[in-house]
């Protein structure tokens, strides 16, 4: 069992950063690939980025690649995302989530994550 708090969200202006943090219970944490998602209501969850467990592979997605940075300690059992360069268009609920698989390809998809955490909410000002 892995339990998922995240931190950080908040309300930015356009153009502002944002450091959100997911602390994971457990001692298997470097075991799981971590990922981020985000909602906004009415639309499905989105893939945002994931970390494999050692932190050795990322992904990003296209929307946010080159403003957005996953990262993660295994020390301190936490992944963070570094959000830069915000846009209206990124507010949204952001979720973290654990997966223990390990294929790229099954990043993207929210129903191969195993646990989530409660969500943050960022909301960007234009």
């Known amino acids: 069992q892995v339990q998922l708090v995240e931190s950080g969200g908040g309300l930015v202006q356009a153009g502002g950063s944002l450091r959100l943090s997911c602390a994971a219970s457990?001692?298997?944490?470097?075991?799981?690939?971590m990922g981020w998602f985000r909602q906004v209501p009415g639309k499905e969850r989105e893939f945002v980025a994931a970390?494999?467990?050692?932190?050795?592979?990322?992904r990003h997605a296209d929307s946010v690649k080159g403003r957005f940075t996953i990262s993660r300690d295994n020390a301190k059992n936490t992944v963070h995302l570094q959000a830069n360069s915000l846009k209206p268009e990124d507010t949204a609920v952001y979720y973290c989530?654990?997966?223990?698989?390990?294929?790229?390809?099954?990043?993207?998809?929210?129903?191969?994550?195993?646990?989530w955490g409660q969500g943050t909410q960022v909301t960007v000002s234009s």
């Open positions: 457990g001692r298997t944490f470097s075991s799981y690939t």
């Open positions: 989530a654990a997966t223990k698989t390990s294929l790229l390809s099954r990043w993207v998809l929210p129903h191969y994550y195993d646990y």
């Open positions: 970390i494999s467990g050692s932190g050795g592979s990322t």
